[in-house]
């Protein structure tokens, strides 16, 4: 069994939640321990499926540079979004979920309470400084009774966390290193995303951030 980082578990005591909507709530710091395991599994995935820009719909290169684990990966090109079982560079079926990864997103999603999740997809995105993910839905996931658990690693960022409605004022909530935002419920189809980040270096990622969105797609 991998329990992460130990000593890292030891030292940051787990923090109250802080509701963000009903649904959804910030778990600051969570991700902490098992932040060793999970930088590791990014370097395994991402050397077998490499970061690449996806193309939208409308024929735009996307800013943020993305890669999947799990039975099932998140991809975007000129004929839609969709989640595939294989790699469309490679066409080799996606890493699969790493311990870590499933581990972190049961015991996450438990403390925002979603018992019983167990996801089959991780979209992993990179976002340098400058790289912005503008206001979307998540609703490509066969069903949408299933919460989404997003794992924040490396620089800060904004977390743009809107309504149903892509028009209604959305709330600006900073990510840091090791936050956890479970959302589910009926925050599921909420507009959100991530403002242009801000140049920085961190001390274990350097000039980026990683966001893992943990998924039942299938
Ligand atoms: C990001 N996150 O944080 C992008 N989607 O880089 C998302 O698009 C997202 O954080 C659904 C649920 C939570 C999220
Ligand atoms: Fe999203």
Redesign the pocket.
Known sequence: MNTGDLFGAAAVPVRAEEPLAEGACLLRGFALPWQTALLEAVDDITARAPFRHLTTPGGLRMS?AMSNAGALGWISDRRGYRYTARDPDSGLPWPPLPHAFLQLAKAAAARGGFTDFTPDACLI?R?RPGDR?TL?Q?RDEREHIHP?V?V?LGLP?V?LFGGLQRGELALRVP?AHGDV?V?GGPARLRF???LPLKPGAHELLGEQ?I?L?LRKAG
Do not use: K
């Open positions: 943020v995105n976002y993910l979307h998540d989404i997003s924040s960022a977390f990510l935002v959302w959100h995303g991530i951030r966001n969105t």
